[in-house]
């Protein structure tokens, strides 16, 4: 299968090649000239598979140039015991007869990216291989929280890469920060941007699109790729769990092969989502997509009124994984659905990037609603809802979690839909410690206590055992202080890759 750019589908590249550069050279995205389809047949034969055997089955529709040998040995390198706190790697849990959470935050680094970023270098590494890259490859992230550590922990060490990521230095919770700041591994750096997430991805995408810079990199033996969703190595890795969450509710006899259900995604970027929605078009029975926003919801009014404005205040919200204004992968969801119109995406991008604003036809807007529910929920509501499923049903969540079971309340209100329905978990609740705690027990109970001493009363006050990666966090040293304005941030990769 050949790979194209969402803004000029006369480019041809290999998945190899894709995932090598990270982003097209005419600044759009990588997607698949078709994409593949699965029959209920073959979707059947998933069901008694474990994790890393779905993931081969599924990568092999869309690395057509990776054998299957070699796919194998990335997905069951990835998705083990040793990396992940259960066998299941993406397990279940059912809260009611009809709702289910999908924890996707069993790897080390306690959140959802890790699904796709213990993977991805593996992937990496193998496509630098078959297209007879000598390069050294450095890997440029933009964080708005989790991303950041998932990827310096895939990353570190892998000969042949260095990584660089750079977060916005108030824009993410003391456990995020924390994580990043004591990474260890010889080929990583960090450095805070002040500013939002969307300073920091801007800066990442002109770095990337420079063509001069890109130059002054290869003279020095470099070439730049990312591990931001943007890149298919990134993002094809996440269809896998929605396959995998389907089969689980076969194999548990909780629907029949070919029943539909719904799935809620909390997205900022719309990553997360866009992988669901290749899953549907793979042939997947879900019945209705439902696009979770915190107060930044962009997302919410383009999918309700067809217009994209980023011209907003931007709010720090208790979830600050999805405190983003900019959704990148957004662009590849506007070229499957006009019928791969890669000007029309090209013009809308750059009216994007010129007045912050676009609006698709009515046509896109009826598609678009067709498949997706928008729907977002405040900080206030964010608590109050870990609050109420901690009481009524025992489980206790992360504000990223909550945001997305505020909205699919509001749409099963709305709606009345019955339809079993899977809400996607995307972090463990000791990342955000002090919100979950504010929620279940109270804001005096928080007070004055640092991030580590609130995972001790969080794991006490909820009865749940704090993941090792987090636990052992105090003991290390930060070994990361740089800060840096936007306008500085060429400098501090120069200054990194120590370059001449």
């Excluded at 589908?9 to 078709?34: C, M, N, Q, W, Y």
């Excluded at 990553?271 to 997302?299: D, F, Q, R, T, W």
């Excluded at 206030?380 to 945001?403: F, P, R, W």
């Excluded at 930060?478 to 840096?484: D, H, N």
Aim: some cysteine.
């Amino acid at each position: 299968m050949k790979y194209t750019s969402t803004r000029d589908k006369s480019l041809s590249v290999s998945s190899a090649e894709a995932i090598k550069t990270g982003l097209a050279p005419d600044g759009g995205l990588f997607v698949p000239r078709e994409i593949p389809q699965l029959t209920m047949e073959d979707i059947d034969k998933l069901v008694p598979m474990t994790y890393s055997d779905r993931a081969v089955k599924i990568l092999e529709c869309f690395l057509t140039d990776f054998t299957g040998s070699e796919l194998s040995e990335c997905a069951h390198s990835a998705y083990n015991k040793n990396k992940f706190e259960t066998d299941e790697i993406a397990p279940l849990y059912k809260v009611t007869g009809d709702m289910y959470f999908l924890e996707l935050w069993h790897g080390p680094t306690c959140a959802f990216k890790d699904m796709a970023l213990q993977i991805l270098p593996h992937l990496l590494k193998k496509s630098m291989v078959k297209t007879g890259e000598t390069k050294e490859v450095v890997i440029l992230v933009a964080t708005s929280g989790d991303t950041g550590k998932a990827a310096l922990e895939g990353f570190k060490d892998v000969e042949g890469t260095r990584i660089i990521v750079f977060y916005p230095e108030n824009g993410v919770s003391d456990m995020q920060k924390r994580q990043m700041i004591t990474q260890e591994g010889n080929n990583v750096d960090v450095a805070a941007v002040n500013g939002n997430f969307d300073d920091a991805q801007s800066g990442v995408k002109q770095i990337f699109n420079d063509h001069e810079y890109a130059e002054v990199l290869e003279r020095n033996n470099f070439m730049l790729s990312s591990a931001n969703s943007i890149n298919w190595g990134r993002l094809v890795p996440q269809i896998v769990y929605y396959f995998s969450a389907y089969c689980n509710l076969v194999k548990n006899n909780e629907i029949q092969l070919g029943d539909s259900i719904n799935f809620v995604v909390p997205t900022g970027n719309f990553g997360n989502i866009l992988a669901a929605y290749y899953a549907m078009e793979m042939g997947l029975p879900i019945h209705k997509l439902i696009c979770a926003s915190n107060e930044n919801n962009v997302l919410t009014d383009f999918i309700r009124t067809g217009v994209y404005d980023k011209n907003r205040d931007f709010k720090t919200t208790c979830s600050p994984s999805m405190d983003i204004l900019i959704s990148s992968n957004l662009e590849r969801f506007l070229y499957q659905v006009t019928g791969c119109d890669d000007a029309r995406v090209s013009i809308w991008m750059g009216e994007l990037q010129k007045t912050g604003r676009y609006e698709v036809p009515d046509v896109t807007k009826t598609k678009i609603k067709e498949i997706f529910y928008g729907g977002c929920c405040d900080d206030e509501k964010t608590l109050e809802t870990i609050q109420s499923v901690a009481q009524n049903n025992g489980y206790v969540m992360d504000t990223h979690t909550a945001v997305a079971k505020c909205v699919y309340d509001q749409y099963k209100q709305e709606t009345g839909d019955v339809t079993k329905t899977v809400i996607v978990s995307t972090a463990s609740p000791f990342k955000f410690s002090d919100s979950v705690l504010t929620a279940i027990a109270g804001e005096e109970t928080t007070a004055g206590a640092d991030e580590f001493a609130l995972l001790d009363m969080l794991a006490t006050r909820a009865e749940l055992t704090i993941p090792a990666s987090l636990a052992g966090l105090a003991a290390k040293p930060v070994i990361f202080t740089t800060t840096c304005d936007k306008t500085e941030m060429y400098d501090v990769v120069s200054h990194m890759l120590n370059l001449s």
